[in-house]
């Protein structure tokens, strides 16, 4: 379960991409990429795109968390997850992500416990 809190914090469990993964739902991944697409003004999301097991679990990823600046900071510093990290508080990289995502911090904290 742990696991499922991504590198940023937030919680995959909630993702639709990874519940349309798991259930092989494609009523679900097509709603889910028509969100996307306009939520995160990304035309080119289509209904191939969302597979994604969760972003520290094995398997597939949704692409624009394979590329992710985050994960790819996180890892290239041998850490788990943001939540490692001294420069959690100051960290303009992942402060995009934790804007929007209010409980992430909590979430990244709750690892450490
Ligand atoms: S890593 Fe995958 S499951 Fe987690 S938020 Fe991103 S798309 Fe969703
Ligand atoms: S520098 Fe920022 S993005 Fe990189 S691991 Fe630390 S908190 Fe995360």
Not at 36 to 42: A, D, G, L
Not at 49 to 59: K, L, P, S, V
Not at 81 to 95: F, K, M, P, R
């Amino acid at each position: 379960m742990e696991k499922l809190i991504a590198c940023c914090g937030i919680d995959c469990v909630s993702c639709d991409a990874r519940t349309a993964t798991i259930n092989n739902d494609n009523e679900l991944r097509e709603k889910t990429a028509e969100k996307w697409r306009i939520q995160f003004n990304s035309p080119e999301i289509s209904l191939e795109m969302i597979n994604c097991t969760g972003c520290r679990e094995a398997g597939v990823k949704f692409g624009h968390c394979e590329e992710c600046e985050i994960r790819n900071c996180v890892k290239s510093k041998g850490f788990e997850t943001c939540g490692d990290c001294d420069e959690l508080d100051s960290c303009a990289i992942v402060g995009n992500i934790l804007q929007y995502v209010p409980e992430g911090k909590a979430n990244l904290r709750s690892l450490k416990k």
